[in-house]
């Protein structure tokens, strides 16, 4: 059964404090492993996609990463606009399958 | 581009009362999907489409449920009767062929008393 796991449930930082969350997964066939941001009351927003191990994906102060079995989300000196909800989906046959996600909290 | 458009953006309900949500995907797109999301499950896949045909309701929680989708621009699930355990934050998003992303549409979020 594919399976996404995310940690850590809940992360908070200090403005500047760099960090990384993390995503296991296990799928038949990986098509695709994506992230998404999604701030309250509104729907997930596109970050990145990553297809194979090694392939690293950047915006603005946000990084991914991808190996066989795991992706992470490498914030670097974060601000409170970053502050969100991460989550991460991993793309099997044509379903994505999303992880529980990470609640991010910067603070200045 | 206008992204995927859900409506309504809230629904208040009365338990047994029949609901209607709406998805309008982007143009060009070839597949529609349904999720619902809530604090306990977090985001669950309920049926997707393709081509305007449904491929898998394996999801569908139950036959109160049902989806269609009448043409490429033009999406609705119904809930018949609703119950307080369906109320949740219910995505709509779209697709278009083998390597794009998935854009997600605002929701909607059913309260059902």
């Known amino acids: 059964e594919d399976q996404v796991t995310q940690s850590p449930e809940a992360l908070r930082l200090q403005e500047g404090e760099s960090s990384s969350l993390n995503c296991s997964y296990t799928?038949?066939?990986?098509?695709?492993l994506f992230w998404y941001r999604q701030d309250p009351g509104k729907g997930p927003e596109f970050l990145f996609t990553l297809y194979s191990a090694g392939e690293e994906k950047e915006k603005e102060r946000l990084k991914a990463t991808l190996t066989k079995k795991e992706s992470f989300l490498h914030i670097t000196a974060p601000k409170p606009e970053d502050s969100a909800t991460y989550l991460c989906?991993?793309?099997?046959?044509?379903?994505?399958?999303f992880g529980a996600g990470t609640i991010l909290r910067v603070k200045s | 581009d206008a992204g995927v458009i859900q409506s309504p953006r809230h629904e208040v309900t009365e338990m047994g009362q029949e609901v209607t949500l709406r998805c309008k995907p982007i143009s060009g797109h070839d597949y529609l999907f349904w999720y619902r999301q809530t604090m306990m499950r977090g985001l669950e896949l309920l049926i997707y489409f393709n081509n305007n045909v449904p491929i898998d309701d394996s999801g569908m929680p139950e036959d109160r449920f049902s989806a269609k989708m009448p043409n490429a621009s033009f999406s609705t699930l119904k809930i018949q009767p609703s119950e307080p355990r369906d109320s949740a934050v219910y995505f709509c998003?779209?697709?278009?062929?083998?390597?794009?992303?998935?854009?997600f549409g605002s929701g909607t979020r059913l309260t059902v008393v």
């Open positions: 998003a779209s697709r278009a062929r083998d390597r794009g992303g998935y854009t």
């Open positions: 799928v038949s066939g990986l098509r695709g």
């Open positions: 989906a991993v793309r099997s046959g044509n379903k994505l399958v």
